[in-house]
């Protein structure tokens, strides 16, 4: 018996009838763990350092899916091919980390067809950890700089603007770009 775990639900069905009973398939919902929304859960001063947690909402999902790799030969982990989907499987990988080298596979496809499943399947790969690495840096941009400038855009602006990643750094050149047309003289 194999695992596979998918983002969706939908696709976790669909896929499940294509490989048959020497699967289980399952979803994980998406994203499993998360940065806790607390101070000290990124730490800049200490190299970056950051403490996740399981998502409450979860839980479950993470828990179904150890239970079913207990009896499992292998895990395919088979989330969305793009760098939310590698951290998704990375972070699965991390928190089931007590099975052997050899036992978890990545496995990428771009459309839902039992072909492209098999074929996936028969050519399995590794999490690519740049791909993780960097959805990771874009998570904490947007807890350190986001959660500072967020309710300094709400008290001073509009109540629900965000101040993430992106958007920081354009406010920054708006204002950068502001003070010079001030500063302009003919």
């Not at 499943?117 to 807890?143: M, T």
């Not at 406010?171 to 047309?181: G, T």
Request: proline share 4%; hydrophobic share 35%.
């Amino acid at each position: 018996m194999d695992v596979v775990v998918v983002e969706s639900p939908a696709k976790a069905k669909t896929i499940n009838k294509y490989l048959g009973s020497g699967y289980t398939v399952l979803a994980s919902y998406g994203h499993v763990r998360d940065l806790p929304p607390k101070d000290g859960s990124v730490r800049p001063d200490e190299n970056f350092d950051m403490s996740w947690q399981i998502s409450p909402s979860s839980e479950k999902h993470i828990d179904a899916i150890a239970k079913a790799v207990k009896g499992a030969d292998h895990l395919y982990l088979a989330t969305d091919p793009d760098r939310e989907g590698e951290a998704v499987a990375g972070h699965i990988a991390e928190e089931l980390r007590g099975l052997k080298t050899g036992q978890v596979f990545r496995v990428l496809f771009n459309e839902i067809t039992k072909l492209s499943i098999k074929k996936a399947l028969e050519s399995p790969g590794n999490i690519d950890k740049q791909k993780v690495n960097a959805q990771q840096a874009r998570r904490v941009l947007d807890r350190v700089v986001g959660y500072h400038l967020s309710p300094l855009l709400w008290e001073k602006v509009r109540r629900g603007l965000s101040g993430g990643r992106v958007q920081s750094v354009v406010v920054r050149l708006i204002c950068e770009r502001e003070r010079e047309r001030e500063a302009f003289q003919i």
